[in-house]
T-cell receptor
Framework: KQEVTQIPAALSVPEGENLVLNCSFTDSAIYNLQWFRQDPGKGLTSLLLIQSSQREQTSGRLNASLDKSSGRSTLYIAASQPGDSATYLCAVRGRSYGQNFVFGPGTRLSVLP | EAQVTQNPRYLITVTGKKLTVTCSQNMNHEYMSWYRQDPGLGLRQIYYSMNVEVTDKGDVPEGYKVSRKEKRNFPLILESPSPNQTSLYFC?????????????FGSGTQLSVL
């Protein structure tokens, strides 16, 4: 069964720092991996989607990489801002488990002014 | 505006009283899904639908029903809610089967069953 973990569980950084969030998955047979942002009490917003054939995707200050063979993805946030404070979740779409997305538990990020 | 709309946003009910949470998307998406989110357990899939009249169980389907009579709507039905169904519920959709597509989420429904 696919399992997705995220490290760290929580992170607090001063404004302006570059930071990396990690996502690991146990089964490399995936269609894609998505990174989401969730604000407290709100829905999830898709940030980046990486297809299984891709190595990375970029959007503004965000860069996500995928190493399918090792079961890892990273989300790099450059020049962090207080508005980046949220929970970040990764999710994988597996080939082996029907049509389910499997979500990680998330990393709660606080960017301090 | 392209969106997934859930209603209601908040719901308080009592054990055993049937309820329906509605979900509608205006993006002509084929794939729709329901999740519940609980502290310490993360997001878990309840049911999903590949297209009209096609639904299947996710990881935690017990106590829930769904239907997909129209492409845009995917209601979640709790026939006899119990306190362990108190949770934050999300509806999501994607364009096709979802293999290569982004997943779009609704704003969530916070359900409390007393």
């Amino acid at each position: 069964k696919q399992e997705v973990t995220q490290i760290p569980a929580a992170l607090s950084v001063p404004e302006g720092e570059n930071l990396v969030l990690n996502c690991s998955f146990t089964d490399s047979a995936i269609y894609n991996l998505q990174w989401f942002r969730q604000d407290p009490g709100k829905g999830l917003t898709s940030l980046l989607l990486i297809q299984s054939s891709q190595r990375e995707q970029t959007s503004g200050r965000l860069n996500a990489s995928l190493d399918k063979s090792s079961g890892r993805s990273t989300l790099y946030i450059a020049a962090s801002q207080p508005g980046d404070s949220a929970t970040y979740l990764c999710a994988v779409r597996g080939r082996s488990y029907g049509q389910n997305f499997v979500f990680g538990p998330g990393t709660r990020l606080s960017v301090l002014p | 505006e392209a969106q997934v709309t859930q209603n209601p946003r908040y719901l308080i009910t009592v054990t055993g009283k049937k309820l329906t949470v509605t979900c509608s998307q205006n993006m002509n998406h084929e794939y729709m899904s329901w999740y519940r989110q609980d502290p310490g357990l993360g997001l878990r899939q309840i049911y999903y639908s590949m297209n009209v009249e096609v639904t299947d169980k996710g990881d935690v389907p017990e106590g829930y029903k769904v239907s997909r009579k129209e492409k845009r709507n995917f209601p979640l039905i709790l026939e006899s809610p119990s306190p362990n169904q108190t949770s934050l519920y999300f509806c999501a959709s994607s364009l096709s089967e979802g293999r290569g597509e982004k997943l779009f989420f609704g704003s969530g429904t916070q359900l409390s069953v007393l």
